[in-house]
């Protein structure tokens, strides 16, 4: 299963749009992207997952670029309550593999 | 409405007991996800489920760790002869079809502190 890279943290103020890019060189064909969130104490949620192009949602949209080699979570106007981490995973059909949710990247909204 | 339930919420024992936690997935759900998380460290993949077949065990840390879903819902991670470096949360997630891509429905997790 491909690897992923992501940024260990970032910063935003509240109401600003967040871009959180995921580096995945080795996705396979008929990988999927998908991306959670996690709150302290919380397991994981599942925010958006795509195959290519645009993919939105109530709460995100995910960009995926022609190649599919990295994929970017956008978050429209953050809050708050926006403050997690956040995990890239790149996975596909079969039913055998880890599934590697890395370091995950943690989102710091300051108001 | 109803989503993963894990129990107990927290455990704790004392190094070289045996500990059983639960996970109660959503219902109809096929397959089924065992991780564990240390502090500050993403999900890492123990074990994976499809109904009651255990397809995948290749995450599990050793052969003190055994999983079951015997009826192809509830399902037991049992750690034997515990260890201090088993000190973790214990996440379950399920989700609805087959496929490691499909989005999973995770618990709030157990979290295990051996003494």
């Known amino acids: 299963l491909a690897k992923t890279t992501q940024p260990i943290s970032m910063d935003s103020y509240e109401g600003q749009e967040v871009n959180i890019t995921c580096s995945h060189n080795?996705?396979?064909?008929?990988?999927?992207i998908t991306w959670y969130q996690q709150f302290p104490s919380q397991g994981p949620r599942f925010i958006i997952q795509g195959y290519k192009t645009k993919v939105t949602n109530e709460v995100a949209s995910l960009f995926i670029p022609a190649d599919r080699k990295s994929s970017t979570l956008s978050l429209p106007r953050v809050s708050l309550s926006d403050t997690a981490v956040y995990y890239c995973?790149?996975?596909?059909?079969?039913?055998?593999?880890?599934?590697?949710f890395g370091q995950g990247t943690t989102l710091q909204v300051k108001p | 409405g109803a989503g993963v339930s894990q129990s107990p919420r927290y455990k704790v024992a004392k190094r070289g007991q045996d500990v059983a936690l639960r996970c109660d997935p959503i219902?109809?759900?096929?397959?089924l996800f065992w991780y564990q998380q240390a502090l500050g460290q993403g999900p890492e993949f123990l074990t994976y489920?499809?109904?009651?077949?255990?397809?995948?065990k290749s995450g599990l840390p050793s052969d003190r760790f055994f999983a079951e879903r015997p009826e192809g819902s509830v399902s037991t991670l049992k750690i034997q002869r515990t260890q201090q470096e088993d000190s973790a949360v214990y996440l379950c997630?399920?989700?609805?079809?087959?496929?490691?891509?499909?989005?999973?429905?995770f618990g709030d997790g157990t979290r295990l502190s051996i003494l």
């Open positions: 489920f499809q109904n009651e077949a255990q397809l995948d």
């Open positions: 997630a399920s989700s609805l079809n087959r496929g490691l891509h499909q989005p999973q429905h």
């Open positions: 995973l790149v996975a596909n059909s079969s039913n055998t593999g880890k599934l590697i």
């Open positions: 080795n996705i396979a064909t008929n990988d999927y």
């Open positions: 219902s109809g759900h096929v397959s």
